[in-house]
């Protein structure tokens, strides 16, 4: 094959021979094979694909791309990858030979639909992540929740799942194993006698939920992380249920998982529902090709987890880190507008206020401003002057919660724990309250910087501060400005005060005394989830409100700000906000050496 590859690409077209391969498989909506008028435009692809190759060789030598890096879009894509000169699985090639010889046998008949791939994963985005149960990070997580990356399971991955599941097998046999011999719950010490019909039984039942369902990325994410809990090993769930996972992802074919269900003590109902839907006894989104070829019995392990909690957390996580970077730069404009006192970024208060959070902080707002000889004032209203303290805070708050994301989410924190050479080990490692404690500290810290944002709102209302009209109006006397803006960032922040009410001191008992705790980690991540809106709303009207004293003071303003109108009269500031709140991400990340204004 690599011969033919070789010759294809000097000559710049298909030899008769590789035509005869290739042909038969080319199709139109599942119909029946092309005839050879389609061989002329192919032979262009391959010599675009010569080009193609050429270009990825230079880039390489520039060090401009990372072939690594590169996603599988579909299995067209893989072929054009091997002509291109990268590597085509081995495992393709009987695929594709089966393939050709089915169509010769039956020119006139649809294709024959092989079950999905998981090594061949339909992709949205341009990153591959291989799941390896060990690296899984927050931004994987969101990358695979949005369709921005394709997934595969590292072959390792698979192997240690399958030793934990021969692992499990073998120690049921020696001694009774929560959920696998018993039943669950306030039943454990019930020992069962048809273990499959005993599991599809508790499956169902515990599929008990309500409430509207889930949004799409939240139930990637979800997936995401319990197939990477799964590939760490210590379940004890059968291989196979790890290739489902994966189908699931890549064919967003995804099972309906609703709001209402979970206490913090593993998301039973969305897990359960999901085993369902690779059973084949719940529809997905898009239809799964084929059920996992697993008995109910070696899948009920899925269902131990907090993996749709530990996504939601992810995803509150990029969300809300990209917006604590983005309050900086608003931060910077509102600085520059109401010529801002530059001491309280100066690096003795690196050590003033000896954290991470705030040295960034002030490193950050040193980069943005611009030098002034002589401050304005003595000193700022706390909205800025605090910043290093209440912001840093919060970027502290954020690294922690990243932290135990990233770690439960690499964990096999199912219980039992049935790792091999370990034996078995019932615990609670189920219980999420790490989560949930670093899930209430993130929306405690956002609530107090959107409380700075909205100060500094307020500051920029002021003449004493702008040397503006009052509300930033222009044209007649009394003009409104941006004053309903001040209103819907309070309204906002009201919002995300409510939200930051701590999760984590709720407690319940259920299941006849047995379980006498929960964390409610569940809820604080859907809060910490919801509380991103409420942080963006008060940091757009911020910006609007900071972009236009800069304007009215005759202040020059990169291209990036063209987006927000010029228009000064007073009108609905609607549409303002939504697209001061579309900016905010790109203003995550100023360039070093960018001064804001």
Not at 106 to 114: D, G, M
Not at 460 to 476: I, M, Q, S
Request: aromatic letters at 4%; hydrophobic letters at 50%.
């Amino acid at each position: 094959m690599g011969g033919l590859v070789a010759d294809r690409l000097a000559r710049g077209d298909l030899v008769d021979g590789e035509w005869e391969l290739v042909g038969p498989l080319l199709s139109v909506g599942g119909a029946r094979p092309l005839s050879g008028g389609l061989r002329e435009p192919f032979d262009g692809v391959v010599c675009f694909q010569a080009l193609l190759k050429a270009m990825i060789a230079e880039a390489g030598a520039w060090e401009l791309m990372d072939v690594n890096r590169v996603s599988v879009d579909s299995t067209v894509a893989r072929a054009h990858q091997d002509v291109a000169g990268m590597v085509v699985d081995p495992e393709l090639l009987p695929v594709l030979e089966e393939a050709r010889t089915v169509a010769a046998r039956s020119p006139t008949t649809p294709p024959v639909q092989h079950r999905f791939e998981p090594d061949l994963p339909v992709s949205t985005g341009g990153l591959l992540i291989t799941v390896d149960g060990i690296n899984l990070s927050s931004s994987d997580i969101a990358a695979l929740a949005y369709g921005e990356a394709s997934v595969r399971l590292a072959d390792e991955a698979r192997s240690r799942a399958a030793r934990s599941f021969e692992h499990a097998v073998q120690i049921s046999t020696e001694r009774m194993v929560y959920g696998r011999s018993t039943g669950v719950g306030a039943n454990r010490d019930i020992a069962i006698d048809d273990a499959n019909a005993h599991a599809l039984a508790l499956l169902r039942s515990h599929a008990t939920s309500a409430g509207p369902l889930r949004s799409p990325e939240r139930v990637r994410a979800m997936l995401a992380v319990r197939l990477n809990q799964l590939a760490a090993g210590g379940s004890g769930a059968a291989p196979d249920l790890l290739d489902g996972l994966v189908v699931m992802l890549s064919a967003n074919a995804l099972p309906p998982v609703r709001e209402v269900g979970s206490i913090g003590t593993g998301d039973l109902p969305a897990l359960a529902v999901t085993i369902l839907a690779l059973l084949g006894e719940v529809p997905t989104s898009t239809a799964l090709l084929a059920p996992v070829a697993c008995g109910p019995k070696d899948a009920m392990p899925v269902i131990n987890s907090n993996a749709a909690a530990i996504a939601d957390a992810a995803l509150a996580h990029a969300s809300l880190a990209s917006l604590s970077r983005s309050a900086i730069t608003v931060a910077a404009l509102t600085f520059a507008a109401v010529d801002g006192n530059p001491e309280a970024f100066a690096e003795v208060v690196e050590q003033v206020t000896p954290f991470s959070g705030a040295r960034e902080v002030c490193r950050s707002m040193r980069r943005l401003i611009s030098p002034v000889t002589a401050p304005t004032r003595i000193q700022d209203p706390l909205g800025l002057r605090t910043m290093p303290q209440v912001h840093g805070a919060f970027i502290d708050a954020l690294s922690r919660l990243d932290d135990v994301v990233c770690r439960m989410a690499n964990a096999p924190s199912e219980n039992p724990a049935l790792l091999p050479g370990h034996g078995v080990a019932h615990h609670g490692g189920f219980h999420a309250v790490y989560l949930a404690q670093a899930l209430d500290a993130t929306v405690s810290a956002a609530a107090q910087s959107a409380q700075l944002a909205m100060a500094r709102v307020s500051m920029l209302t002021e003449p004493a501060f702008t040397g503006l009209a009052p509300f930033l109006g222009a044209g007649a006397a009394g003009a409104s400005g941006v004053m309903a803006c001040e209103y819907v960032a309070a309204s906002a922040l009201g919002s995300l005060r409510a939200l930051a009410m701590p999760t984590a001191v709720q407690s319940v008992t259920l299941s006849r005394g047995v379980e006498e705790d929960a964390s409610f980690a569940s809820h604080g991540a859907r809060q910490a989830w919801t509380a991103a809106d409420d942080y963006r709303t008060v940091l757009a009207c911020e910006l609007v409100a900071a972009v236009r004293a800069l304007r009215l003071r005759g202040a020059r303003l990169d291209d990036l700000f063209d987006d927000l109108t010029l228009e000064m009269a007073d009108r609905d500031l609607t549409a303002d906000i939504a697209a001061a709140a579309r900016l905010l991400p790109k203003l995550a990340d100023i360039p070093q050496g960018t001064r804001i204004a």
